[in-house]
């Protein structure tokens, strides 16, 4: 690669707009609220876990905020650890954000981190350095969870100008560790409802209102649930589809019958309700916002004790093309997290026009595994098929951090492109634009932010 050519791309992709699809920020708390949200951002937290830091869960997730106590005990007890893990891309991401936005330039230590933790906490409410981040980054329009848009009484959020929402409510295609009725049980927490956040990942469950025994019931929730989707209020719907789920089509008398079996339900039970629910769904989703409403679902993290790993199957990869090809007026997107998978799902979106993917999701979120799939998708895909950018972030620094990594690594990437002769410097950046800027409007509906970010 010629040097001259790759900082030419640093600089010019480094100044250009970019739109982030997918984030968890918070509606008027878009700033860490201290050191343990940008320390303990998840990610992080399986970093330390794998290097030996006991403690491998979450902190107390929203809507509830964890404690002064639970933070620094957590922070305590992940400190000792950080010099293994100061090799990791994700390192990478906590000294991008400490340096370019807190101006912190020496290791964290046991000695120092209460410093740290103070100036972080000093600008957790300021709203306006917030947006400033943000616009340091380029970034002009987030789209986060409706349930964390925070909305007042007169059901506007605080941010509403800056940020569009996705809908993640049910994850009736998700697998949870050691559990075969998640389908039922992720629609029963729905029916009857309004629209709130999807259960988490390895969560304790919590009786719901109503109880599915029928396939009478089936329907009306799903009804229930399609009806109550807000589509003026966002721009996509938001599943995933576990890679454990054989999706095969169920026939009414063979989901009564798994019904039955729901206490005793097992694996065979589990791919019965996920896959009839799941076609109940589509096709009334279809029926009320085919060919309008984005249809997101993630794939390729599937569920361990505490997080998840990557792994997804080629059978599973062939069902989903099935579900895709079945419902050609819904607009489908996916957030894979698995390199592999990212070569049969280009070559399914060359064939199944309402198919599209979108940026480098959880496990897929390291450098040379971005490489290998920004290089795949600009070898075998359209920049209409293609969005360049979703942070997953929880807090605008990581927002800030990872637009910083993608903007590096995609000027390697079209740099060595241009070292191939395949195309020069102007249209390097124009392919750029059009994956970080354009097609998130075409393809999500995102709009530029409205406060001229």
């Not at 039922?184 to 109503?210: D, F, K, M, N």
């Not at 993917?357 to 959880?362: F, I, N, P, T, V």
């Not at 942070?391 to 990581?398: F, L, R, V």
Request: hydrophobic content about 40%.
């Amino acid at each position: 690669m010629h040097t001259d050519v790759l900082e030419e791309l640093v600089d010019r992709i480094g100044a250009l707009p970019m739109l982030d699809a997918h984030t968890h920020l918070v509606g008027g708390k878009l700033g860490a609220r201290g050191l343990h949200d940008i320390l303990l951002y998840h990610m992080s937290v399986s970093d330390l876990y794998g290097a030996g830091c006991p403690s491998g869960s979450r902190l107390t997730q929203y809507p509830n905020w964890p404690s002064d106590d639970e933070t620094r005990a957590r922070l305590i007890e992940a400190i000792p650890y950080l010099p293994q893990v100061r090799n990791t891309s994700i390192a990478w991401g906590i000294r991008i954000i400490l340096r370019d936005l807190y101006d912190w330039h020496e290791p964290i230590t046991t000695d120092n981190w209460e410093r740290l933790d103070a100036r972080i906490r000093a600008r957790a409410d300021d709203r306006a350095w917030h947006r400033e981040v943000i616009k340091k980054a380029g970034i002009h329009r987030l789209c986060t969870e409706l349930a964390r848009r925070e909305a007042g009484p007169d059901g506007k959020g605080p941010d509403d100008d800056m940020l569009q929402y996705s809908l993640e409510w049910a994850f009736f295609t998700r697998s949870q560790w050691g559990e075969f009725d998640t389908a039922l049980y992720e629609l029963e927490r729905c029916w009857g409802r309004q629209p709130e956040s999807p259960a988490p990942i390895g969560g304790v469950r919590p009786p719901t209102e109503r109880v599915i025994r029928s396939l009478d019931d089936v329907h009306a929730a799903v009804d229930w649930f399609v009806d109550h989707i807000p589509a003026d209020e966002i721009v996509s719907n938001a599943t995933h589809f576990s890679t454990d789920v054989d999706f095969t089509w169920v026939n009414d008398a063979e989901m009564s019958e798994a019904l039955a079996r729901r206490k005793e339900a097992g694996p065979a039970e589990r791919d019965v309700y996920a896959s009839y629910i799941n076609e109940a769904f589509l096709t009334a989703f279809d029926k009320r916002f085919g060919g309008t409403l984005l249809f997101q679902f993630s794939t390729a993290a599937e569920p361990l004790p505490f997080e998840t790993a990557s792994r997804i199957s080629q059978r599973m990869l062939g069902q989903l093309a099935e579900i895709i090809g079945r419902h050609p007026r819904i607009r489908f997107q996916c957030h894979v997290s698995s390199a592999h998978a990212n070569q049969t799902l280009c070559t399914l979106c060359r064939e199944l026009p309402n198919l599209s993917l979108a940026g480098y999701w959880w496990h897929n979120f390291f450098p040379s595994i971005m490489l290998r799939i920004m290089e795949e998708r600009l070898d075998m895909l359209p920049v209409n098929r293609q969005v360049g950018f979703l942070s997953d972030a929880y807090c605008i620094e990581w927002t800030y951090a990872k637009s910083v990594m993608v903007k590096r690594l995609l000027a390697e990437s079209l740099a060595n492109k241009v070292a191939l002769g395949m195309f020069d410097t102007d249209a390097a950046t124009d392919i750029a634009r059009e994956i970080l800027y354009v097609t998130p409007q075409t393809l999500c509906g995102m709009k530029p932010a409205s406060c001229g970010l």
